[in-house]
């Protein structure tokens, strides 16, 4: 029988190194932020510019904070990646939903609705001024390289949408020549999206 050939001293060290496991990265701070009169105002930070200029949350105004509409404000407390503070408190991602939902009670399915596109890696931004809950850009495209695709309305799979209602939503997404997209969400938390175009005959 024939013996393995021993391993250098210099191989043995390089397959030591190979099986560690990789350290993780220390974990990055949460960008403050200020809950005040229904909006949020983040720091004066690189953290804070860095989430609009990475992935286009908020507007960012000259005094270099990102202002944030709850809905981003709310997605990013969850994902760890903000801290919101009420007075000198922080708010718990439970305490922000219950205040936001009561302007808003269609907060909980628009949420859904957005959250659901941001993490299948879509832009999505409001759209009040076109008379629509958002707009949503292609992947890889953000606000001012490209115009949004589509105008997005979130609706609750229970509740009912004329003819009329859908007819005007359609108007809306073809005079600002995108496409009309509803977001259904269901009580489980899936949310189903139906596609509509203007054709004429």
Do not use: C
Request: proline share 4%; hydrophobic share 35%.
């Amino acid at each position: 029988m024939s013996r393995k050939p021993k391993k250098k001293a210099s191989e043995q060290q390089k397959e030591q190194e190979h099986r560690k496991e990789p350290q993780a990265e220390p974990l990055k701070d949460k960008v403050k932020a200020i809950f005040s009169n229904q909006q949020v105002v983040t720091e004066n930070s690189n953290e804070a510019r860095d989430l609009y200029n990475q992935s286009r949350f908020g507007e960012l105004p000259e005094d270099g904070k990102v202002n944030l509409s709850l809905i981003e404000a709310f997605y990013l407390l969850e994902k760890g990646k903000l801290e919101i503070l009420q007075g000198k408190k922080p708010m718990r991602a439970e305490q922000f939903a219950k205040k936001a939902g009561k302007n808003d009670p269609n907060f909980k399915v628009r949420y859904q609705v957005y959250r659901d596109m941001r993490n299948r890696g879509y832009i999505v931004k409001t759209a009040l001024k076109f008379g629509a809950d958002f707009r949503v850009y292609d992947r890889g495209v953000k606000p001012g390289e490209d115009h949004a695709r589509w105008i997005l309305y979130p609706v609750h799979e229970g509740s009912a949408l004329t003819w009329y209602e859908f007819a005007a939503k359609n108007r809306v997404a073809h005079s600002t020549k995108k496409r009309l997209l509803i977001g259904v969400a269901d009580d489980e938390g899936d949310v189903s999206y139906w596609e509509a175009r203007w054709l004429r005959p």
